[in-house]
Structures are given as structure tokens and as C-alpha cells.
């Protein structure tokens, strides 16, 4: 039976919390000051410690002062001013998590049942770790560079607790995979994880999808809707690109994550939500803020624990172990091992990779397929002029060829033009050809559906612009 310390100088609080506690079948001691508190962890070292803050003899994360006292306990502070920098204090100093008075009985039991020992997972950390050193590894990430390891360092120290996490990042660099990462190592592993790509749903359906609606609140709405918040509960929302989310949308959310409630779409009663934000954002977000993309106020509340993913130009020691990584995945996914040539190795090397881990990927993939034999040589690799421009054919006709068809459908690009001029040509009279089917598109490009939105949003938003300037 699992047992717990109640850390409050409130009597009818502490009391409400033991009974409570007792409900979920756990022993329940109870300290009304620090002294009381020192005892009573001396005595047993409790799976969960309540912890007040405002105690009669000081504040109540004094306690951390001592490791010892609280090295195998999780703590949850109560608080009845919630704030930003108490998160943050809070997360240094070792705090899972924090109750709000007065106390919600929904958000108390889903702290209880994800209790899990810090020694539990601390030890699969250091096994992860360790997986850094042997294969280059830690989980489902890749890389030993220095500055991988930092953001190890940081997934490892924020997985466990509960605060929200903001993760930034070139496009391609693996932010939903740090994502994922962080909510295996969480309490909240066994609840789901879901994501939301902010920029590839319509504005007009937005709130709903995220928010759920109710019947009959808008056109088409023939039955009720859970959205994201609600399919999530006890796990973790990943809000990708969240600079894309519509202003007045991003508002709402404001109010979700400071209340911890939200509305449907045509309901009258809010409901309670229980669910971990990770958001994450291809731009800087002070950047973002000043180009009126994010709510400056948003941004300091979803920034409270940062993590910033490096370009993969600047790890370049990471690409050819990520490249032999693909290369034996794509070998066992098709049956049959191929291998780099040490000069596709070296070419490897010199590119820049603008579209990071995901451009490496795609390119390491389509070597593969074009590849005769067994190994893999420089030719069917990017490769850059001494100027550090990538190449394109002496003939600078790109030719579009449909996996599905016999026939080319070929696009001519007068030399000169800009890379990404030649990228959105190529991107358009793509689209045009499969029919402004997207997925076919995403396929054929072998880009992700997410890329293709994104770059698709951008071309109309230049094109509006353009229209205003000449206007």
C-alpha cells in the first residue's frame, strides 16, 4: 500500500486531503509545519508528498534543502496563487507537479495514479544514457554530438514532472520525436499521446478539432465531438507549429492553460482537463511574438521549460551515423542490406542539409531504391558546387516521373533561378499534376504531408502579398 505526507498548516485542508487519500487506499500522515514535516520523512519515506507552501515556520520548499529527505518521494506543491515562476522553481528543485486550492479532486487522483518512484525512472534515464555511449542512441533520438546531448540532458530532467515544454526548431530537426520521447520517460506514459499539426487544419475547424463540439452548434455538426483535450485526457498534447494557430484561437487556449478548463464549441458548461502540453514551433519564438504569429502571453506560459533542437549543420558528426541508422532500417523494412561506399560518405558529409534529419532521411532512402548492387556510391547523393550551392542537371530540366505511371511529366527551370524559386515550381506542378491531391504530392516529393502544408501556406501568403504591394 503506498503511503503519503500531507504538508499543510490548514486543518480542514489537511484533514479534506487525508480523507481523500484514505478513499484511494493510501496511508495517509499528516505535518503541520517544517519541524513536523522533517519528523514525520524521517520516520517514512512516503511515495507522495503534499507539500504546502506557506507553512508557520518557513516555506515549504525549504524541504528540499535536504535531498535525502525527499530522494524517493514525489512531490506535489499546493499552492493558492499558481504562477510561472513557481513552476519553474518548482521543476528545479524537484516538484512533479502542483495542486491548486481550493483542491480539484479530478486533478488529485490523476496525480495519483500516475505515482510512480523517482528511483523507477531514474534508472530507465540512466539506461537510456548509457545507450548514448554504445550505439548512439537515447531512445528513439539519434546522435552523440555535444549538443544532443544537452537536449538529452533536458528531456531527462523535464520527462518526469509535469510542466509544460516548448520545443523549437528548424523543420526536420525532430521535434515531434522529442516529443514522444519525453512522454515514454513521463508518469503519463500509459495514457495516450496525441498531436495536433496547427498549421494543416483549416482555421474554420480548428477549435472544434482541439476543443470538441457539441450537436448542432454550427452546420454540419449531426452528432457531439470529443476534440484533442478531451481523447487526451490523463496523457500529453503535442501542439505542433503552434505559431500557426489563429490568434483568437490562441486566446482560448491561454484560458485553458491558465483555468484548467475548457469549453466545446457551442456548449454551456466547461468541463475539466487533465493533459500535459508539449508545443512546438520551426520559428524563434520571440521572433514569432514580434511578427504577430504567437500571443506574447502565450508564449510565457507554454515557455516555460525551452528546448532548443539544433539544425543538422550544426552536428555534422551525427550524419553519418543517422545515415547508416536509415540505411539499416530501410535494409530491413525491404530485405535486403545495402552499405555506403566511403565516398558517398565523405559527399554525405559535405552537404549542409537545409531540411535537417528529414532531408537526410529522404536522401538516404532514395540512394537506396536507385542503388543497383549492394553499396552505395556518391551519385545518387546530394552534392554541393565549391560555392556551396547544391547542383542541379547541366540540362536544368527536371523531369517529374509518377511512381505509378509510364509516362514523364517533365517541368523546364530556366538556370539561375533561386533554390527555393525552383523548389516551389517544383512543388506546384506537382500538385497540379496529381490533381491537388496533397498525400499523392507528399509521396511523390518525398517530403511529409506537414513540409507540403506548410510550404503551400507560405506561397499564399506571399502571393497575397505581392497582390497588396502591386495593388
Known amino acids: 500500500m503506498s503511503h503519503a505526507l500531507v504538508v499543510d498548516d490548514d486543518l480542514d485542508s489537511a484533514s479534506m486531503l487525508s480523507e481523500l487519500l484514505a478513499l484511494e487506499h493510501m496511508t495517509v500522515a499528516t505535518a503541520h509545519s517544517l519541524r513536523d514535516a522533517r519528523k514525520q520523512l524521517a520516520l517514512q519515506s512516503p ?144 495514457m495516450p499521446l496525441l498531436g495536433v499539426n496547427c498549421g494543416a487544419i483549416s482555421p474554420n475547424l480548428i477549435e472544434s478539432e482541439i476543443f470538441g463540439h457539441e450537436k448542432g452548434s454550427f452546420t454540419g455538426a449531426d452528432r457531439q465531438h470529443q476534440g484533442f483535450f478531451e481523447r487526451a485526457a490523463g496523457g500529453t498534447l503535442f501542439l505542433d507549429e503552434i505559431t500557426e494557430m489563429p490568434l483568437d484561437l490562441q486566446v482560448k487556449l491561454l484560458r485553458v492553460l491558465e483555468t484548467g478548463r475548457f469549453m466545446r464549441v457551442g456548449a454551456t458548461q466547461s468541463q475539466e482537463t487533465d493533459v500535459r502540453i508539449i508545443a512546438a514551433t520551426n520559428r524563434p519564438a520571440l521572433q514569432a511574438v514580434a511578427s504577430g504569429h504567437l500571443r506574447e502571453d502565450l508564449m510565457y506560459r507554454l515557455n516555460v521549460f525551452p528546448i532548443d533542437l539544433p539544425p543538422l549543420r550544426d552536428r555534422m558528426g551525427d550524419v553519418t551515423l543517422l545515415a547508416e541508422r536509415f540505411l539499416e532500417v530501410i535494409g530491413r523494412q525491404e530485405g535486403k542490406t545495402k552499405a555506403f561506399s566511403a565516398g558517398a560518405l565523405q559527399q554525405l558529409q559535405q552537404h549542409d542539409w537545409p531540411g535537417n534529419v528529414r532531408e537526410l532521411r529522404n536522401a538516404v532512402q532514395r540512394a537506396y531504391v536507385m542503388a543497383i548492387g549492394d553499396v552505395i556510391d556518391a551519385q545518387w547523393l546530394p552534392h554541393r558546387h565549391g560555392n556551396g550551392v547544391p547542383s542541379m542537371p547541366a540540362s536544368a530540366r527536371i523531369l517529374v516521373v509518377p511512381p505509378d505511371e509510364d509516362s514523364k511529366a517533365s517541368l523546364r527551370i530556366p538556370l539561375g533561378v533561386s533554390l527555393a524559386q525552383a523548389e516551389q515550381a517544383i512543388i506546384l506542378a506537382t500538385l497540379r499534376h496529381y490533381g491537388h491531391q496533397k498525400e499523392r504530392t507528399a509521396a511523390t516529393l518525398g517530403i511529409s504531408l506537414k513540409t507540403l502544408y506548410n510550404r503551400l501556406k507560405l506561397y499564399a501568403t506571399d502571393e497575397r502579398a505581392e497582390d497588396r504591394t502591386s495593388a
Do not use: C
Not at 55 to 83: A, R
Not at 114 to 121: M, Q, S, W, Y
Not at 156 to 181: H, L, M, P, W
Open 47 to 190: 511515495d507522495l508528498v503534499l507539500l504546502d507552501l506557506q507553512l508557520p515556520d518557513g516555506n515549504g520548499m525549504d524541504l528540499f534543502s535536504d535531498p535525502e529527505l525527499l530522494s524517493n518521494s514525489e512531490v506535489v506543491l499546493i499552492t493558492g496563487h499558481p504562477s510561472l515562476d513557481t513552476s519553474v522553481l518548482a521543476l528545479r528543485l524537484g516538484a512533479v507537479d502542483y495542486l491548486v486550492k481550493p483542491i480539484n479532486v479530478k486533478h488529485l487522483r490523476g496525480i495519483l495514479s500516475r505515482i510512480t518512484k523517482p528511483a523507477v525512472l531514474k534508472a530507465e534515464v540512466e539506461s537510456l544514457a548509457a545507450g548514448v555511449a554504445s550505439t548512439g542512441t537515447f531512445g528513439p533520438l539519434w546522435g552523440r554530438s555535444p549538443n544532443m546531448q544537452r537536449v538529452y540532458e533536458q528531456v531527462s530532467r523535464v520527462a518526469g514532472t509535469g510542466v509544460t515544454v516548448f520545443i523549437s526548431g528548424e523543420s526536420g530537426t525532430g521535434k515531434e520525436v522529442v516529443a514522444q520521447t519525453i512522454h515514454d520517460l513521463s508518469r503519463r506514459r500509459k
